[in-house]
Structure formats: structure tokens, C-alpha cells
């Protein structure tokens, strides 16, 4: 069996593990057995204190239910500088054979206004007359995109 973890180069590890917890339904990944924090588990592995970065060190999380995959929230010393080359969908809509685009547009709509109090913004709203679809294009807290669908 293939598993992955998706990973996701950043400034501030922690912040973006909360926002996207809260983004898609997420909990924190609680550290492995025996230890109290994610920092005590690196030193342990002689990870040196320079490396671990802020907080607790709590910089991956999973899905509760065991679904979707790890996310990782790697700490790098360079800034975002480019287009993502890949971004994720939060689909919060319906699916269009079940859902009128009506109604579809309110839940994207209520998940945009949530998402930009988290700390996402808004870039563009992706929709067009006569087309059965809405979405809106976002950037996370550090300007990584992503579509609200």
C-alpha cells in the first residue's frame, strides 16, 4: 500500500498548522508515545535546539477520521516567491449534481468570510454568467494559494 503526507514549505510552521487545522476540519497530530511535546521527540532524536524553531513544535496535522492525508508545515528560511505550481481545493460546496449553484455560492460564500477571519484573504472570485460553477481563489496566511469550491 502507497501512503503520502503532503509538505508544505513555510515561515511559521505553527500558524499555518492552526489555520489549515481549522481549514479543513484537521486536528493537531499529537506527538509519537512517550513524549509530551513534538520538540521533545526531535532533541530525542538529536535534532539540534537551532533547528527546532518556535512554540512546541507542533507543525503537522492529520485528518480525524483517517482519510485524507498527513500535512506537514516544513520550516525554510526562504520566502514564497512564485505561483504555487499546485494548490488545494476546500470544497465546501456540494457537489453540482446534488446541490443548486445557488446554494452552492452561499456555503463557499460563509466558508470565504470564516476562512478570511482565520487569516486567509481573498484574490478573485471565479465565476462567470450561464456557467454552473463558483469558486474563489484565496491565499493562505503566507500567500500560498488555494480555491474555496
Same mark, same amino acid.
Given at each position: 500500500m502507497v501512503s503520502c503526507q503532503l509538505v508544505v514549505d513555510c515561515a511559521? %510552521?505553527?500558524?499555518?498548522?492552526?489555520?489549515?487545522?481549522?481549514?479543513l476540519q484537521y486536528t493537531a497530530e499529537p506527538p509519537p508515545g512517550g513524549f509530551d511535546t513534538w520538540r521533545?521527540?526531535?532533541?530525542?532524536?538529536g535534532v539540534p535546539e537551532e533547528?527546532?524553531?518556535?512554540?512546541?513544535?507542533?507543525?503537522?496535522?492529520?485528518? %480525524? &477520521?483517517?482519510h485524507? %492525508?498527513?500535512?506537514?508545515?516544513?520550516q525554510v528560511p526562504e520566502d514564497k516567491v512564485v505561483k504555487n505550481r499546485f494548490h488545494l481545493d476546500v470544497t465546501v460546496g456540494g457537489r453540482? &449534481?446534488?446541490?443548486p449553484l &445557488?446554494?452552492?455560492?452561499?456555503?463557499?460564500?460563509?466558508e470565504v468570510e470564516r476562512l478570511v477571519q482565520a487569516g486567509a484573504s481573498v484574490v478573485r472570485v471565479l465565476s462567470q454568467p450561464g456557467v454552473d460553477h463558483y469558486a474563489v481563489a484565496m491565499l493562505? %496566511? &503566507?500567500?500560498?494559494?488555494?480555491?474555496a469550491v
Amino acid at each position: 500500500m502507497v501512503s503520502c503526507q503532503l509538505v508544505v514549505d513555510c515561515a511559521a %510552521p505553527e500558524r499555518m498548522a492552526r489555520f489549515w487545522a481549522d481549514a479543513l476540519q484537521y486536528t493537531a497530530e499529537p506527538p509519537p508515545g512517550g513524549f509530551d511535546t513534538w520538540r521533545d521527540y526531535w532533541r530525542s532524536l538529536g535534532v539540534p535546539e537551532e533547528e527546532l524553531g518556535e512554540g512546541d513544535g507542533s507543525d503537522s496535522i492529520v485528518d %480525524p &477520521e483517517g482519510h485524507g %492525508p498527513r500535512i506537514w508545515f516544513q520550516q525554510v528560511p526562504e520566502d514564497k516567491v512564485v505561483k504555487n505550481r499546485f494548490h488545494l481545493d476546500v470544497t465546501v460546496g456540494g457537489r453540482r &449534481e446534488d446541490v443548486p449553484l &445557488e446554494t452552492r455560492r452561499a456555503r463557499v460564500d460563509a466558508e470565504v468570510e470564516r476562512l478570511v477571519q482565520a487569516g486567509a484573504s481573498v484574490v478573485r472570485v471565479l465565476s462567470q454568467p450561464g456557467v454552473d460553477h463558483y469558486a474563489v481563489a484565496m491565499l493562505d %496566511p &503566507e500567500g500560498n494559494e488555494f480555491d474555496a469550491v
